[in-house]
């Protein structure tokens, strides 16, 4: 997992003392340059801005190098040497690049990003400020029906007539819970004690610092089909907006090995050999073994793995090796 | 400030392999083990509770010794040797101990408290289940005026008139976000939709488990006078009601040295000085020289490094250097 | 990746605080109490020991469903919960469980271990104490070669002649180095200073603790087969003889889903569905425009996706689709 | 301690997507720039250079309003701000900051700073390349003898004579244990396995990344009189040499209000009071009831706490208050 296998060593002269150390310069990202400071919209009024960054694509193989200057710049060799770290989840010299972010976003999906415990946060403070008079407000065809299958997500959307009565009921609760934190506040009563009434949905602010290992994980986490939609929107414009910018050979990468990548468990390996060797039915068989169904068809029930695995196999593009 | 002078040393045998390894027992501490489960009311409809531990003082012993079974119960060298180690911040032996507790808290509390980022945390979930149906509510006589100097505090409470009027509306606030949730339910919206408007009063609850460093930092911070008064109360139980009595020489040498400690800056201590050798006037002209005040009394603007000082000085219960 | 599809909810009275909060007790893990304080042996003088641990396969059930008595012990359930959680990498329950061991370790291999930074450390100080006299010991038979095609690791050993002479001059470095810190030390040199020059071999102690999710972490890593050897054996007694006693499930889990998973990019993954459907020569195709293999045989560089593909396939038992 | 109390606000507009955003420079700090890549020698082969870094005191002072472009480059109340936020030990802010260090330093020396654990490193591998050829040194006149008082310190250094056998010692040592290196790698030995038993005195190389706020954390612990000779260099170069020049304001608070700061526990306050007050008696009174020493004088044992509070008076420069 660790391995190195097979790259240039970089041995290191006896005392770099020696070395002719020359003045360098910060890793600068054109690409990234160009949009610093700029918003991207998400959501009806949140946003993400790049405020700074360190790095780059090269600090990161110059880290993996871990001697500076380890010739000219060798794109070929360099993007070969990327993927492999990426492959193998050699993820200490992604950490070498960090990036700073100006975000807008409803408190209740920040209450899911602040979980990422391995960032640094400013966050807009309330207690000291009068909070930011906007919420999150949800157009009539954007109300999410609840998932059947999964009691954790949502699936289609609201018919237009109940959108319509919900978006409307959604404007006159924001309207009121905003004139009661009015009236407290002209009432004299301290912002820390007002703002407790306010809406999840209130927009903040954040400075949000984070290195690119644990950005990446974010968006591992956060860009999945089974993320909140919401967040999912911000991790989706971090990731193709900024990241791609930013480090454009790590983002491909983390496409093919990580975002796009499926893994099988030893059980599925079993039936995967099988398939592989051209034996449904053996594969059918390792499959009853395994509880995943019951020998007579149509009775089975549910098994949540037999359905993971044929979710995976579909999203390779390969029939079901069952019905 | 990482010394361990003057400790008894504990070299280690050669070969640890020929000491008489017995069987051990677990760290026990009957005293929390005595309220192990049970809900210490906070707020009105919060509370915390401990589930599970790990440790004790005789484990942090254990630990800066590097050598279990360092002999007998030796209460009186444990107890100095605790107390070294807390004056001079030699925090690691402290991370031996661990403690998980059961708390619930409204989401606006919550909020700060997540940001200690060095915890382990399971929220309860409103995606996947219905969200509690409790907000935090506030009575006539609690609510809190803003502070004129402190912009993030508050100053005594409001008249009772208004005080009730405040209290009358927030009920109403609270029941119209809850029916609005209700129906958002009924009507098939998914769970982590419907909750976006919920008030940040609304109680959750999660399990969180940190180690007994990083729980004092969190006490050290949110235990202070100018930590918000209701994250103050939970920190005032965990610290009175649980650190007590699970590592009680711990936390008295955590009141000694770290919660009631005074700390003085390079400048003060030049003024401090003054004051010692018996000389207010040397004390004042330090004082102008760091243009804490003008030379001419009464027209000096406010100084908060002064003020500061003058606050330490009192809290020591000693006369103002100056009038 | 974060969902928690179809399972059973746990909806939270509206006031836990009538719910009957009865005395509970800390979780109990009878298999690793036997075990307590007893040494596992590692190369030639190190060991492991058990010293504490909190928590149990059913803490993380509980935290999952973040609701205190969930109903009574429905093991099946509870297996179902865990491995589910395990294969989605829903780690956040896992960091419930924590344990705390105490090792003995040579120094070299304590270089690769403390680079695991979530772990809570007290290691022997040898600027307070003497040096542990013993260094690791390397037989005759036991001299590993440099690996050619994997420049991080090793192939093979030494043949035994050439092994008795590196071990016998092994032995003399030994006995130079531990000669040269006891005159030193004899001489009053500090002990801090003294230490300088001991051999990378000399054997530490240390108190580690760590939670189970990042102790699966550290496990994933150095029980791998291109781990060093020396560290390999530590993590092989801690997975085999300790977390299986500990937590039965989760590690049965663990090696289902994670150390015998087998991960496809989505390169790798064009290649089997080709594969699946029979057609080994488009398999062909594929690989070639990927530029893993030349049009001609036989003229084909190394590259290294292909190689790691066909290692892949090997491990599922799998015949390869090119020669 | 978490107020900004009196800060001027920073209330932000109700839609900030109306503000004008503009396209935004990255931080620039041109005396930092200045030495960007140069080597800072330390011990007698080692060094510290700046590789990259982000942020700079105005990206701490825009963090702590947490609003972009606040306005012109008011230094003086940036300064103000800075100075209070390091006052009341705000840390957040200074987390912005990021540098990122290329270090050379020997495995003795590493050994202590990779305990910092709050960075992310890239240690130039000996399992992958070459070990360095170099280990630290000592000249004759170099050698620090073992500490009475202190058992982790040293005190004053070893007469010529010795000092003049142990260098030559030391020289044998070196050159022995690389010779028995060079074999093992000339016999084919794997480097993983060539290299345990090099001296802890050869030297590493690595990229050390870190923030502000945990840097100034390593370099209070590290700079402090009590830490270990070798990395007090290192940790001093890093501070006077770089971090000054980095963020002057910062490191100007930091050595008025953390380096040079003292603090009082609770007990030293009552002494303290008392001493201010004039009453040396009174003073003395209170240190016989803590039992700090015993009503006669001459026969008190050594109190640890008697000692520390004479010389954080020996510090400010007052005379004892009792011989």
Not at 30 to 40: A, D, K, M
Not at 43 to 62: E, K, N, P, T
Not at 217 to 240: D, K, P, T, V
């Amino acid at each position: 997992m660790l391995l190195l296998s097979a790259m240039p060593a970089c041995v290191m002269k006896g005392s770099p003392m020696e070395q002719n150390f020359e003045a360098i310069e910060r890793h600068q990202v054109t690409e990234l340059n160009r949009i610093l400071g700029q918003p991207f919209q998400v959501l009806d009024d949140g946003f993400v801005r790049v405020i700074d960054y360190m790095g780059a694509d090269s600090a990161i193989v110059q880290a993996a190098r871990v001697s500076y200057g380890a010739g000219t710049t060798r794109i070929r060799q360099d993007r070969t040497l990327i993927r492999y770290l990426m492959r193998h989840r050699h993820t200490s010299p992604l950490e070498m690049c960090e990036i700073k972010l100006h975000i807008r976003v409803p408190m209740d999906c920040w209450r899911q990003w602040i979980r990422h415990r391995t960032a640094s946060v400013n966050e807009y403070s309330t207690r000291y400020s009068i909070a930011i008079d906007a919420a999150q407000s949800t157009k009539s065809g954007e109300w999410r029906l609840q998932a059947e299958k999964n009691r954790q997500g949502s699936d289609g959307t609201a018919e237009e007539t109940l959108g319509r009565r919900l978006s409307r009921q959604e404007q006159e609760l924001h309207s009121f819970a905003r004139q009661v934190y009015n009236e407290r506040i002209e009432a004299g009563i301290a912002r820390e004690q007002a703002r407790k009434d306010l809406p999840l949905s209130t927009y903040t602010e954040a400075y949000w610092k984070i290195d690119l290992s644990n950005l990446l994980h974010f968006l591992e986490l956060r860009m999945e089909e089974h993320a909140q939609s919401e967040i999912r929107q911000y991790a989706g414009i971090i990731g193709h907006e900024i990241v791609r910018r930013w480090v454009p050979i790590v983002w491909e990468a983390f496409q093919d090995y990580h975002a796009n990548a499926v893994t099988f468990s030893r059980q599925e390996q079993q039936i995967l050999a099988a398939l592989l060797k051209g034996s449904p039915e053996e594969a059918r068989k390792i499959a009853i073994s395994l509880n995943w169904m019951s020998d007579e068809e149509g009775q089975s029930r549910i098994h949540y793995e037999k359905l993971e695995f044929e979710e995976k196999l579909k999203k390779i593009g390969v029939v079901l090796p069952w019905k």
